[in-house]
């Protein structure tokens, strides 16, 4: 072994430590966005699986309505709609999402968010209730690997026996604000 190939072990115990403290540090960081997440969710259904998405974005809720097509707009965006005199952006969650397209039942509804001071429309199968979710049953989403894209997951919400995925309605309807 040459002397660079060489690590005194006073370097090892400085990796070490360094491996903790960046450990302890990236735990805090897990600890205050956890505190920065708890509050109340709206919660809804897309199919089986269950979603929230934080209160505060939420403007409303209202049922299905006509939908204007909008000429080549991208798949999940359904059109716009005339919401006492607002032209808002209508988005189908479920496209957005990857889903197959369903028909819509009575349940079927859109939640209107403020984005930015920009309200858009997000078609969802039904609304479940408000959560008050504790930061200490909010978990930060699991890694899924390079091929899976979780920055629009706040974090996994743990209510009772089931599961929430908690949305941030900012990074999926980000790139839709360009219609607006």
């Known amino acids: ?23 302890e540090v990236a735990q805090n960081q897990v600890s205050q966005q956890s505190e920065n997440l708890s509050g109340k969710y709206l919660t809804f259904a897309l199919g089986q699986e269950e979603y929230g998405i934080e209160i505060l974005k939420v403007r409303e809720i209202i049922g299905m309505m006509g939908i204007t097509s909008v000429p080549q707009a991208p798949h999940e965006v359904k059109g ?27 349940e079927t509804c859109i939640i209107v968010v403020t984005i930015d001071e920009v309200m858009m429309g997000v078609i969802i ?5 408000v959560l008050d979710i504790p930061a200490d049953k909010i ?15 706040l974090g996994i919400g743990k209510v009772d026996n089931s ?14 604000l360009t219609l607006v």
């Open 125 to 129: 199968d039904r609304v479940n209730e």
């Open 1 to 23: 072994m040459s002397d660079n190939e060489r690590v005194d072990l006073p370097e090892e115990e400085k990796l070490i430590e360094e491996k903790q403290v960046v450990k």
């Open 80 to 106: 716009v709609i005339n919401l006492r005199g607002k032209v808002i952006p209508v988005i189908d969650l479920r496209l957005k999402f990857g889903m197959e397209e369903i028909e819509h039942t009575p």
């Open 139 to 153: 978990e930060p989403p699991p890694s899924m690997g390079a091929s899976v894209n979780i920055e629009f997951i």
């Open 163 to 176: 599961v929430k995925m908690l949305l941030n309605v900012d990074t999926i309807l980000g790139n839709e």
